[in-house]
């Protein structure tokens, strides 16, 4: 994987129909794709929107839909309406999924037990992570716009806006707090870091975590960060960061080459990585580290992950 590169590559044709790449090179496909296309399926299960893992397929033009029970499980449901090049994805304390796309340069939401999206947030150059406080405010990172960009609940016209290089990875903590993982190099490239925020506000407190390149994060119940580092070479790995600390106190490695997007369910049991370089979402106990799980079924590019509430 050639990740130097690839942001320029992106920058220079972002919005151009067939000429974007993703973060790992591979060709984007084109930006003319309609916005809003039937199809998708769900099971009853699916449909039910409990204990789920919905993984963001980026090829596949497609967010594929799995148990959170079994081993490398086959898709129990698949949303296609509107999804263009995904990436990150979150799943609010309602059931509602929240996916970005990165091809036709949206965010959409899904209702809970639904395959048609109802809400469209537009404005990006590369949405290319998402999530969603317990008040309803839904926060964008727009990887070349260099932004952050927050929505009020139920609304798609955005309030207010941090500029930042490069964000990556956006989480919030229970007290709505948001930590925004981003890169500092030329083009998007590592040193990696991460920025808490106080709610509604645009000052950031930078926290000063040895990341190479950073790529996601989630936050625990402890308020620990979790980081995803692509590394460079084969250090690739996932860290945990205790509050106040600069030196993570977890390291999470097993089965990476290319940690992007992460998850974590309640009450903090598992973490879910996608890792597009091995093509797998993997599962792993989080209290000891080990994995657990790998899926594979269904999957053709493997970018980003959300579970259900």
């Known amino acids: 994987m050639q990740k130097g590169f690839w942001i320029a590559s992106l920058a220079l044709c972002a919005g151009c129909a067939g000429g974007q790449v993703t973060p790992d090179g591979i060709p984007a496909h084109s930006s ?3 916005s809003h296309r039937a199809g998708g399926w769900l099971s009853p299960a ?4 409990k204990h789920l893992i919905y993984v963001s397929d980026f090829t596949g033009n497609a967010v594929e839909i799995y148990s ?3 081993s490398n499980q ?3 449901g698949e949303i296609t309406d509107g ?5 990150g994805s979150f799943v609010d ?3 509602n999924l929240f996916v970005t796309n990165t091809s036709n340069q949206t965010v959409t939401m899904y209702p809970r037990g639904s395959t048609t999206w109802k809400l469209q947030y537009t404005g990006f150059a590369y949405p290319t992570n998402v999530t969603v406080g317990k008040d309803g405010w839904v926060y964008v990172a727009d990887l070349v716009g260099q932004k952050v960009v927050e929505f009020p609940k139920g609304s798609t016209r955005p309030k207010l806006t941090i500029d930042i290089t490069y964000p990556q990875g956006v989480a919030l903590d229970s007290k709505n707090n948001l930590y925004v993982e981003y890169n500092t190099g030329a083009h998007g490239g590592g040193p990696g870091d991460v920025n808490q925020y106080a709610p509604r506000s645009t000052s950031p407190k930078d926290l000063g975590l040895p990341i190479v390149w950073g790529a996601g994060d989630a936050i625990d119940g402890s308020s620990d960060v979790i980081a995803a580092d692509q590394g460079s070479g084969s250090n690739a790995a996932i860290y ?4 106040g600390s600069q030196t993570p106190s977890e390291t999470i490695n097993q089965g990476l080459e290319d940690p992007f997007r992460l998850a974590i369910d309640k009450p903090f049991a598992h973490l879910y990585v996608a890792d597009p370089e091995v093509n797998k979402l993997l599962v792993y106990d989080y209290s000891s580290g080990q994995l657990v799980n790998s899926i594979t079924n269904g999957l ?9 509430p």
């Open 93 to 95: 304390r309602h059931g």
């Open 46 to 49: 699916a449909k039910k929107a």
């Open 83 to 87: 999804i263009s090049g995904p990436e």
């Open 32 to 34: 003319a794709q309609p």
């Open 68 to 70: 959170a029970a079994g």
């Open 300 to 308: 053709t590019s493997v970018y980003g992950v959300a579970v259900s």
């Open 240 to 243: 945990v960061f205790q509050p």
């Open 74 to 76: 086959s898709p129990i």
